[in-house]
């Protein structure tokens, strides 16, 4: 498994875009590097999803380097609602691995 | 609607009781995970299951078992509850793996007296 660092906090202001840094140093050839939001009390939910450059969804984008040791989590124009809990894992689609760390994620405080 | 259930959603126990929270997913995944999460500490995998009869220990699997009989269902059970195990209780499932989109359930808030 791909251990990875993550601010663990981060303020922003309504209105503002946001990036969040994942870093991942010993990333392997196959691995992927997936994104999920939590909110309190909730169960995370799957952001986004990437292998290389960059992915972009209705929600977020996801930019990763050539050299793919860190992917940065960007949420364009934030809302009070984006208040949450982001968890940045890396892993192999392909080998159907099963022990997943989640690590302590970076929470984020939107402010009016 | 595709989903994870748990239950129950919160319990109060005593030291010692034995206890069983329940998941199910409606997906037909295969992989099906437990994590426990706790204030400042994140998430922290407790039991996975990539299959029918298949478990395996996460990074936090001491006083936790786990079975697998059918693919829908994911049954955490702890034998002999201790106050350290008051937590939060999440169980998640994916098609394939921990790396293939993980869905969570509402989680289990349990607090053992």
């Known amino acids: 498994l791909a251990k990875t660092t993550q601010p663990i906090s981060m303020d922003s202001y309504e209105g503002q875009e946001v990036n969040i840094t994942c870093s991942h140093n010993?990333?392997?050839?196959?691995?992927?590097i997936t994104w999920y939001q939590q909110f309190p009390s909730q169960g995370p939910r799957f952001i986004i999803q990437g292998y290389k450059t960059k992915v972009t969804n209705e929600v977020a984008s996801l930019f990763i380097p050539a050299d793919r040791k860190s992917s940065t989590l960007s949420l364009p124009r934030v809302s009070l609602s984006d208040t949450a809990v982001y968890y940045c894992?890396?892993?192999?689609?392909?080998?159907?691995?099963?022990?997943?760390?989640f690590g302590d994620g970076t929470t984020l405080t939107v402010k009016p | 609607e595709a989903q994870v259930t748990q239950n129950p959603r919160y319990l109060i126990t005593v030291t010692g009781k034995k206890l069983t929270v329940t998941c199910s997913q409606n997906m037909n995944h295969e992989y099906m995970s437990w994590y426990r999460q706790d204030p400042g500490l994140g998430l922290r995998q407790i039991y996975y299951s990539m299959n029918v009869e298949v478990t395996d220990k996460g990074d936090v699997p001491e006083g936790y078992k786990v079975s697998r009989k059918e693919k829908r269902n994911f049954p955490l059970i702890l034998e002999s509850p201790s106050p350290n195990q008051t937590s939060l209780y999440f169980c998640?499932?994916?098609?394939?793996?921990?790396?293939?989109?993980?869905?969570f359930g509402p989680g289990t808030r349990l607090t053992v007296l």
């Open positions: 894992l890396v892993g192999d689609v392909d080998t159907n691995a099963g022990k997943s760390t």
């Open positions: 010993n990333i392997a050839t196959n691995d992927y």
């Open positions: 998640a499932s994916s098609k394939l793996g921990y790396t293939d989109t993980q869905y």
